[in-house]
Nanobody, 125 residues
């Protein structure tokens, strides 16, 4: 079984930065397709960023391009989401997800095998 544990959320003023971490443990490889999703109250869960199995390809939602960066530290088996220039509309619960079978980018939520518990990000204006 694989566990994903997110951390790094919190309250930040608009224009500030946060770095979210997603640590994987259990029966896991250090290589997997990863994604960061977010869900605000009343909204559907949306993909924010994705990273391919090799780390060679990335995807970003238009709303976060140029502000967010997804990356992986294989030695720590951790995926990060660096969030800069945060806006109030970035407020949501952020979830990481992992797909250990895919080699490319995974953009469909139902294709992910494992999910973290979520971490709250609140951006004040």
């Amino acid at each position: 079984q694989v566990q994903l544990v997110e951390s790094g959320g919190g309250l930040v003023q608009a224009g500030g930065s946060l770095r979210l971490s997603c640590a994987a443990s259990g029966r896991t490889s250090s290589r997997y397709a990863a994604g960061w999703f977010r869900q605000a109250p009343g909204n559907e869960r949306e993909l924010v960023a994705a990273l391919s199995w090799s780390g060679g390809s990335t995807y970003y939602a238009d709303s976060v391009k140029g502000r967010f960066t997804i990356s992986r530290d294989s030695a720590k088996n951790t995926v990060y989401l660096q969030m800069n220039s945060l806006k109030p509309e970035d407020t949501a619960v952020y979830y990481c997800a992992a797909d250990f079978g895919a080699r490319g980018l995974v953009v469909v939520p139902r294709l992910y095998d494992y999910w973290g518990q979520g971490t709250q990000v609140t951006v004040s204006s």
